[in-house]
């Protein structure tokens, strides 16, 4: 069965780590690729929400018996399958999950950009 407190609190943690992100979503490129602590703070945050996020995927995974995905790629597809799930939560929804794991995370210059 899936950990319900468990997920709830993953998902907390998510809200969070994106909440701290947003103080940094009006920086530039250039600003950004010249400070090198907020880059740290930028890439670590983002990481952890991810990793959260992953952490959410594989305990579902794990719960449902299905096969274990190899890359992380194909853990965050897979969660996206498995969103229904997601609206028992605290009233969150799959678009809510879409906005966490979405296809923005992208690599621009080999700079993780989340925004």
Same mark, same amino acid.
């Given at each position: 069965m899936v950990d319900r407190d468990l997920v709830l609190r993953r998902l907390a943690e998510v809200e969070r780590y994106l909440g701290e992100l947003a103080e940094y979503r009006g920086l530039d490129l250039a600003?950004?690729? =010249?400070d090198w602590k907020t880059q740290?703070?930028?890439e670590r945050t983002l990481h952890l929400a991810?990793?959260?996020c992953m952490d959410i995927a594989d305990h579902i995974v794990a719960d449902r018996r299905l096969p274990?995905?190899?890359?992380a790629a194909a853990t965050l597809?897979?969660?996206r399958r498995l969103a =229904?799930?997601?609206p028992s939560l605290h009233g969150r929804s799959a678009a809510w999950w879409d906005?966490?794991?979405s296809s923005s995370m992208t690599t621009r210059g080999g700079i993780l950009s989340f925004f």
């Amino acid at each position: 069965m899936v950990d319900r407190d468990l997920v709830l609190r993953r998902l907390a943690e998510v809200e969070r780590y994106l909440g701290e992100l947003a103080e940094y979503r009006g920086l530039d490129l250039a600003a950004y690729t =010249s400070d090198w602590k907020t880059q740290r703070i930028v890439e670590r945050t983002l990481h952890l929400a991810i990793e959260a996020c992953m952490d959410i995927a594989d305990h579902i995974v794990a719960d449902r018996r299905l096969p274990v995905p190899d890359t992380a790629a194909a853990t965050l597809a897979c969660s996206r399958r498995l969103a =229904s799930w997601s609206p028992s939560l605290h009233g969150r929804s799959a678009a809510w999950w879409d906005s966490a794991t979405s296809s923005s995370m992208t690599t621009r210059g080999g700079i993780l950009s989340f925004f």
